[in-house]
């Protein structure tokens, strides 16, 4: 995959997510649901922690935190993906999701302090965890890397087959 493709997929990402928060934050009331299917509302919520809200009620010293990970995180992850070759389509399709989400989070990070979560899943009574388009991106970007992980053939072992051929 090109540099190019790669980085327009996390910038897809970023502004994608970033004016979907941006509508959900203007648009609803906090914790107001707006019902789409019956398992699915956009809500508005606030995460001043991190995944699954972990770390919300810190006191605030978790935004620095949050945003100093999520810089470090995204400038190894920038680094990485510059450094991978063509052939790495997977692996650097799961890196720029990844990147994506993790910019994303990291400007509401430091813009607000908290992350604007507005996508609520839900069965009967039981609610997963509110999230956005940048945790949505992270997830199947790690989803992409754990297969690859445990399913994919070593690129050591690849490239010394083809070598051979």
Same mark, same amino acid.
């Given at each position: *995959?090109?540099?190019?493709? +790669?980085?327009?997929?996390? /910038? ?17 009331? *906090? ?8 398992? $699915? ?8 922690? !991190? ?8 006191? @605030?010293?978790? +935004?620095? /935190? $949050?945003? @100093? ?14 450094? *991978?070759? +063509?052939?790495? +389509?997977? /692996? ?20 607000? @302090? ?16 509110? $999230?956005?388009?940048?945790?949505? !991106?992270?997830?199947? @970007?790690?989803?992409? /890397? ?13 490239? !010394? ?5």
């Amino acid at each position: *995959m090109p540099h190019i493709l +790669r980085y327009a997929i996390v /910038l897809v990402i970023v502004v994608s997510d970033q004016i979907t928060k941006i509508w959900a934050d203007t648009t609803l009331d *906090m914790y107001e649901q707006i019902p789409i299917t019956s398992f $699915f509302n956009i809500t508005k919520a606030y995460n001043y922690g !991190a995944a699954f809200s972990f770390l919300d009620d810190a006191g @605030g010293w978790q +935004r620095w /935190l $949050f945003t @100093g990970i999520s810089l470090v995180v995204s400038i190894v992850l920038s680094v990485w993906l510059y450094r *991978m070759t +063509r052939h790495e +389509r997977w /692996l650097s399709l799961s890196i720029s999701l990844i990147l994506g989400g993790a910019i994303g989070n990291l400007i509401d990070r430091v813009w607000y @302090g908290y992350v604007v979560d507005f996508i609520q899943v839900y069965w009967n009574t039981s609610y997963f965890p509110s $999230f956005n388009i940048a945790d949505a !991106a992270i997830s199947c @970007g790690t989803v992409v /890397l754990l297969v690859l992980t445990l399913f994919e053939k070593n690129d050591v072992d690849k490239n !010394a087959t083809e070598s051979q051929d």
